[in-house]
């Protein structure tokens, strides 16, 4: 594993940094494949909004900066590793007010990349997580740091199972825990709406922009809409798509549509 703080080598950072007392701050966990960084332009986009959302100043020339550093650390790289890029607020500010002028810090680790071939081809059980997503319009979307429900669904993962649905405080399907939900039913693909809760994933972002095949509904849905499906995937930056065969005891055929939708995006 490699560390940098600010684009210098470091395994250090401030305790008085504002991601250690508020989580303040976003990350992006981005592939690198044959010393190429995977869809980045997708990660900055995500990350500059963020970054809007939290008043974090990361304007155009340091995306700029980030996105020269990565493209030249990934040339170091001939196996797939995994980039994390945190941007926290920085130092300052007393108590939760922050600083009237920021001086964000860029944190970027790098470690060798899961391989998630073998669950690709033979796909997974999925059940449903007992630990609620919160329900928050304003963070909604945005990958901050805050992510302690996520962590507690982690650890209460249903046993057997490689994720679980995450729902909100109202029932309605958000995503998994660390992976957005897709399925194929009446016709066409659904995913939840991720207005109130949940992760805008540069995976989702793709399927919703390059997809030309299916008919997309986005909408608010239950445990029994996913019940009804006929085929189910989950897909995040990192593992690309991965086809449900178990949902809750119930199996589910690899089919045709997600078969589709892995080669029209190459994963």
Not at 84 to 106: C, D, F, H, Q, W
Request: with cysteine.
């Amino acid at each position: 594993m490699a560390t940098f703080l600010n684009y210098s080598p470091s395994n250090t950072l401030s305790l008085v940094d504002r991601s250690i007392s508020y989580g303040d701050g976003l990350f992006e966990t981005i592939l690198v494949s044959n010393g190429s960084v995977q869809n980045l332009n997708g990660h900055l986009s995500r990350l500059s909004k963020g970054c809007l959302a939290l008043r974090i100043p990361f304007g155009s020339d340091d995306l700029s900066k980030l996105a020269f550093f990565l493209n030249d650390l990934a040339l170091s790289y001939t196996r797939s590793h995994v980039f994390k890029v945190i941007v926290t607020r920085g130092e300052g500010g007393r108590g939760y007010l922050p600083s009237a002028v920021a001086v964000p810090n860029v944190i970027i680790s790098t470690s060798m990349a899961p391989d998630y071939t073998k669950i690709a081809q033979s796909g997974v059980a999925l059940g449903v997580s007992s630990v609620p997503s919160n329900i928050n319009r304003y963070l909604a979307g945005i990958k901050h740091l805050n992510r302690l429900e996520n962590v507690m669904a982690k650890t209460n993962l249903t046993e057997g199972c490689f994720e679980d649905v995450m729902l909100d405080a109202n029932g309605f399907v958000v995503e998994c825990i660390q992976s957005n939900l897709f399925w194929f039913a009446e016709g066409g693909l659904k995913t939840p709406l991720l207005d109130g809760s949940g992760v805008q994933g540069t995976m989702r972002s793709r399927i919703l922009v390059e997809n030309e095949c299916f008919p997309v509904e986005i909408g608010r849905y239950l445990v029994k809409d996913m019940q009804a499906a006929d085929e189910i995937f989950i897909t995040n930056s990192l593992m690309g798509i991965v086809p449900i065969t178990n949902f809750i005891g119930q199996s589910f055929p690899i089919g045709i549509n997600t078969r589709k939708i892995k080669v029209l995006l190459n994963c």
